[in-house]
C-alpha cells in the first residue's frame, strides 16, 4: 500500500485548503483512514480519522467545527477539508491506513498512531497571520 498526499501550501489565517490523500492497492474501502499532523519541535497529533464506509469520524479537539475529513472508496482517497485555518494549524499533515479498522471504532483508537500500518510522506501546510 501506498499513500500520497496532496493539496498542501502556504494560506492566510482565516483560509482554506483541502488535503488529499490517494491510497494505491485494493480493499480500500475496507480499511479505516486517519489525519495526523506534526509541527516542527512538537510530537505528532491527531487530527482526524474515519471508517471503512464513512459512516462515523472523529477529529482532535484542536479542529473540531473547522476540519472535514471524507471519503471516495470508488476513487480510492481521503480527503480533509480545513477552514477557519489559524497559524497553529502549520505543520506537515500526513495521511496514515489502518488495515485493522480499528480507529474506525472509537475516538480513543482512532487518535492513537499504533492503529494505523501505512503512512504517507506528508504534506505542508503553512498558514500566515
Known amino acids: 500500500v501506498q499513500l500520497v498526499e496532496s493539496g498542501g501550501g502556504l494560506v492566510q489565517a482565516g483560509g482554506s485548503l483541502r488535503l488529499s490523500c490517494a491510497a494505491s492497492?485494493?480493499?480500500?474501502?475496507?480499511?479505516?483512514m486517519g489525519w495526523f499532523r506534526q509541527a516542527p519541535g512538537k510530537e505528532r497529533e491527531f487530527v482526524a480519522a474515519?471508517?471503512?464506509?464513512?459512516?462515523?469520524?472523529y477529529y482532535g479537539d484542536s479542529v473540531k467545527g473547522r476540519f472535514t475529513i471524507s471519503r471516495d472508496n470508488a476513487e480510492n482517497t481521503v480527503a480533509l477539508r480545513m477552514n477557519s485555518l489559524k497559524p497553529e494549524d502549520t505543520a506537515v499533515y500526513y495521511c496514515?491506513?489502518?488495515?485493522?479498522?480499528?480507529?474506525?471504532?472509537?475516538?480513543?483508537?482512532?487518535?492513537?498512531?499504533?492503529?494505523?500500518?501505512?503512512w504517507g510522506q506528508g504534506t505542508l501546510v503553512t498558514v500566515s497571520s
Open positions: 492497492g485494493r480493499a480500500f474501502s475496507s480499511y479505516s
Open positions: 474515519i471508517n471503512w464506509s464513512g459512516s462515523s469520524t
Open positions: 496514515a491506513l489502518d488495515r485493522g479498522g480499528y480507529s474506525g471504532n472509537s475516538y480513543r483508537t482512532a487518535a492513537s498512531s499504533v492503529y494505523y500500518d501505512y
